[in-house]
């Protein structure tokens, strides 16, 4: 199945959206402009590309920024949105691993950076846990927050590209196996 009506296949239509709480002004906003909602290489690619540099800045409004920021871009809002979920408590530490080096390569922090032992949790008094990882984070400083918006960027770039090449290739790849059935079909043929 090509990859475009596998992408058609499982995305929701605007009109879905617009009979969906919470998503009802997506569903309005996106049926007369399907340009924003079609699987097409490039705009999946950018799509991703904007879901995954906003979803690596832990903010609370991770889709909504994504989705608004993929309709500036004319980039699917679909693949926008589902980026984001990419960045999860599974993917933190190695995405705060990577804000972090770049943080301090571009800023030259040299200092240690929120040591582990600053984050002296008590686990028998839950109440202190928010405010010991508050104080960890706030530790992190300048290399996290030059850091995050930098591994985005590098992150979503890299996205756009996977995505974008690794589409190409199944494109080619359905392309060879097509000229590959009518090569056998016309040998068959030609046989008989």
């Given at each position: 199945m090509?990859a475009?009506?596998?992408a058609r296949?499982?995305?929701?239509h605007?009109d879905?959206?617009?009979?969906?709480?919470?998503?009802?002004?997506?569903?309005?906003?996106?049926?007369p402009?399907?340009w924003?909602?079609v699987?097409?290489?490039?705009?999946?690619?950018m799509?991703?590309?904007?879901?995954?540099?906003?979803?690596?800045?832990?903010?609370?409004?991770?889709?909504?920024?994504?989705a608004?920021l993929?309709?500036?871009?004319?980039?699917?809002?679909?693949?926008a949105?589902?980026?984001?979920?990419l960045?999860?408590?599974f993917?933190?530490?190695?995405?705060?691993?990577?804000?972090?080096?770049?943080g301090?390569?571009?800023?030259?922090h040299?200092?240690r950076?929120?040591?582990?032992?600053?984050?002296?949790?008590?686990w028998?008094q839950?109440?202190?846990?928010?405010?010991?990882?508050?104080?960890?984070?706030?530790?992190?400083g300048?290399?996290?927050?030059?850091?995050?918006p930098?591994a985005?960027?590098?992150?979503?770039?890299?996205?756009?590209?996977?995505?974008?090449?690794g589409?190409?290739?199944?494109?080619?790849?359905?392309?060879?196996?097509?000229?590959r059935?009518?090569?056998?079909?016309?040998?068959?043929?030609e046989?008989?």
């Open positions: 090509p475009s009506r596998l296949r499982l995305l929701p605007p879905t959206l617009s009979k969906t709480p919470g998503l009802r002004w997506l569903g309005h906003y996106l049926a402009r399907p924003l909602w699987a097409h290489r490039r705009r999946v690619a799509g991703v590309a904007v879901g995954l540099a906003i979803g690596v800045i832990p903010l609370p409004t991770q889709m909504f920024l994504a608004w993929a309709i500036i871009c004319r980039a699917n809002v679909a693949a949105i589902a980026a984001t979920w960045t999860n408590p993917t933190l530490l190695p995405i705060w691993t990577l804000a972090i080096a770049l301090r390569f571009v800023s030259g040299t200092g950076v929120a040591p582990p032992e600053m984050l002296a949790i008590d028998g839950p109440d202190t846990w928010l405010a010991s990882l508050w104080s960890w984070t706030q530790a992190l300048e290399p996290l927050l030059i850091g995050l930098l985005g960027l590098l992150l979503g770039a890299l996205a756009y590209l996977v995505v974008y090449f589409w190409w290739a199944v494109i080619v790849g359905e392309r060879y196996r097509r000229l059935k009518r090569a056998r079909a016309k040998a068959k043929a046989a008989t």
